[in-house]
């Protein structure tokens, strides 16, 4: 990928990491046609137009350090390719279900799903954050791994969901609804960045929702600019 070189241009403000996600998906745009990648050593297919882990790093660091617990359930709000719904089966969860705003993107879960042989373990479901969900589904860990981008524009395709989120709104409702699917003693895991993302914004939700906000990994990495990936785990405050 492009490099910068921050001290020939200077100090980057938010608006240059924007654009440096911006570059990123329009070169995962030159994909016509389903094509290969690897995740810990697991081959996915990646559909066009859906959130490709060839061009985008954060999905195997999030399949990678998502602690999945033996037998839980889980919640994957924007699987994208769902691999990592797909690997929390492999690491043990007994039940995942996947959602996806992104048709083309429910398209490839389940061509994956099918891959790997998992439809007895993982689901997936077309709609907006929680909708498709029966209003007593309940789980154990809920995990997205957010469109970090805030923007202002209200309305964008399906395949820019998956890295921007207008006024942060999908954001928002994930953490403020996800008390609703959650079981008594389960956790919220948020992927983010906080070179790309508005950490002081997650925290309001959180706070609102009744959820303390804990960071559980962090590491280094780069798209156009070098930035930070971290997850933070969000869980009912006690009384």
Same mark, same amino acid.
């Given at each position: 990928m492009e490099k910068s070189n921050e001290q020939d241009i200077g100090p980057l403000e938010y608006d240059d990491y924007i654009e440096g996600t911006r570059k990123v998906l329009e070169k995962s745009k030159s994909e016509k046609k389903p094509y290969k990648v690897t995740v810990l050593d697991k081959e996915f297919i990646v559909f066009p137009g859906v959130f490709s882990p060839k061009y985008f790093n954060d999905t195997e660091l999030f399949a990678a350090n998502i602690p999945v617990q033996e037998g839980e359930e889980m919640l994957e709000i924007g699987p994208g390719t769902?691999?990592?719904?797909?690997?929390?089966?492999?690491? @043990?969860?007994?039940?995942?279900?996947? /959602?996806?705003? *992104?048709?083309?993107?429910?398209?490839?879960?389940?061509?994956? %799903?099918?891959?790997?042989?998992?439809?007895?373990?993982?689901?997936?479901?077309?709609?907006?954050?929680?909708?498709?969900?029966? @209003?007593?589904?309940?789980?154990?860990? /809920?995990?997205? *791994?957010?469109?970090?981008?805030?923007?202002?524009?209200?309305? %964008?395709?399906?395949?820019?969901?998956?890295v921007y989120d207008p006024h942060y709104k999908s954001t928002e409702r994930f953490l403020k609804e996800a008390t609703n699917h959650l079981k008594e003693d389960g956790r919220v895991l948020i992927g983010f960045s906080t070179t790309l993302g508005k950490l002081d914004l997650i925290q309001k939700f959180a706070?609102?929702?009744?959820?303390?906000?804990?960071?559980?990994?962090?590491?280094?990495?780069?798209?156009?600019?070098?930035?930070?990936f971290e997850i933070f785990e969000a869980r009912f405050k006690k009384s």
């Open positions: 769902g691999a990592i719904s797909i690997i929390a089966a492999y690491k @043990g969860a007994k039940r995942v279900v996947a /959602i996806d705003v *992104n048709p083309e993107a429910v398209k490839n879960t389940l061509a994956n %799903i099918e891959l790997h042989q998992m439809k007895d373990k993982v689901e997936v479901r077309q709609g907006n954050l929680y909708e498709p969900l029966a @209003g007593n589904e309940k789980f154990d860990t /809920i995990f997205w *791994n957010t469109p970090f981008g805030f923007v202002e524009q209200d309305e %964008i395709p399906d395949l820019e969901k998956s706070d609102e929702s009744n959820l303390s906000l804990d960071l559980l990994y962090e590491a280094e990495s780069e798209e156009v600019h070098p930035v930070k």
